[in-house]
């Protein structure tokens, strides 16, 4: 039986109702996941694995800058090979922004502007996104906007690289507009938006899905008067988890099949990986299955799911059970903070949230487990409960004003389909010099977008809300998001407004291996 909708019966269907019910029997599986082009399968490890929960979780620091001016606060970041230890007794080699997996946090303050120096010493070009960020379409990482090493430095002069078909991420040559450099270059980051956890990573065109495997990704922390007002956990009860999935190759390297391993030429991923890269094991800040000590206090946790592909149903294994009081989303504090036995994490989405560890005695454990996973991906971390202290944390029941937005502009509809071995959005391939919309600046506008498989979908540029679902309201929707899940044939309705900058930007899919297959779309803000 096959699994895939054409384009054609894709589009029909979503000017229909009853959208979910009609694609859901369609997508059952009926062959082996990762062998049918639409549900990720799990790449298995070679190598020997630590038992769960032995290895200390690495606590972030955060990076120092170099200096500060007019421009803003500057921080110097080298993209570099390097290896480290993640499985006890290997070395794996990585790319690293400054040689770390994953690379340094960011801890920044809302309103003040900064300026990362970028210097490219690995083998690839490069692309650096702040995802969740507000940022000018100059420095928000659009796929083609490329940083070449010095060993294709050439490539970034046009007149140069037409000389050179074939090499070194050739899709900028097909794209008038791509903004190329050559080692370095400056990202101007303003940070004109509310306190949240954001996160950066590659977005190198075709080839996003490889880079951000081997390590190129980072937490970024924005803070503001209105989060440091609230009596939430602060310091060392303050902890960001970034929560990825990798498999290990017998020598202990990243396994990620790709038919050029150079990532030099055309993006060739094998069958295994196509419809997502999943590996079976959990890494949280980099460490395997780590265990954290904890008094019996309030801790936040901002949560971070940097996985290519993998989707997290979380939950705390306790005595008792557990509990998350979510006070944050992908764009900042919530309204009012919300209770979730079940944490429901999409590829790119963040939740910050709450847990009160002096509900279970010391001397207990509580682990963090994955609903959606088996084997070692149902196993994400785990927490030692080992004294008692003193805690003036609290939770108020009101954490913010945000806005409602109300609709006063265009009505769009975007369709996320495959056709044939080809992802599309509205029946296209990714065209960076083809806009697929023209988008208001400063107008409400709402988007429906329609799934026909599963896609977490991230909009560049903005920030949105969810005014519904076709399958009813859910929990995961509260506050400003920038990604949200489409489960398969299911329907989602925004209300978003671009009114930071006017520009290009991109809308797509963030299962990275979609990405790279050509799920994404080009738009204007006009």
Known sequence: MSTRLSRRGALKLAGGAGLGAVLAPTLAGCVKPGDDGINPGTLESKAKLPQPFTVPLPIPKPLDPIGTDAQGTHYAMTLQEAEVEMLPGYKTKIFGYNGTFPGPLLDVRAGTPIVVHQTNQLPVPIVTHLHGGLTPPSDDGFPTDLVYPKTLADMADPAKAAAMTGMGGMPSMHDPLAHMSAVERDYVFPLKQRAATLWYHDHRMDFTGAQVWKGLFGVCVVRDEEDDKLPLPKGEREIPLVIVDRAFDADGQLLYPVDDPTLLG??????????????????????????????????????????????????????????????????????????????????????????????????????????????????????????????????????????KLTVDGAKRRLVFALNGDQWEVNGKSFDPAKPLLKAEFGKVEEWTVTSVERHPVHLHGTHFQVLRRASGSSDYDDGWKDTVELSPGSEITIAVRFDAYRGRYVAHCHNLEHEDMAMMAAFQVV
């Open 266 to 403: 055309k993006m060739a991923m094998k069958k295994s990986i196509q419809a997502g890269a999943q590996g079976d094991v959990i890494l949280v800040n980099g460490a395997p299955w780590p265990f954290l000590e904890v008094a019996a206090v309030k801790y936040r946790l901002r949560l971070v799911n940097g996985s290519n592909a993998r989707r997290y149903e979380l939950k705390l294994d306790g005595p008792g059970g557990g509990e998350f009081i979510q006070v944050g989303s992908d764009g900042g504090l919530l309204a009012a903070p919300v209770p979730h036995k079940t944490l429901h994490i999409s590829p790119a989405e963040r939740f910050d949230v709450v847990v009160d560890f002096s509900k279970y005695p010391v001397g207990s454990t509580v682990t963090l487990k994955n609903a959606a996973g088996d084997g070692g991906a149902a196993r994400v971390m785990q927490f030692k409960v080992t004294s008692k202290a003193s805690d003036d944390a609290t939770v108020p029941a009101k954490l913010s004003t945000i806005e």
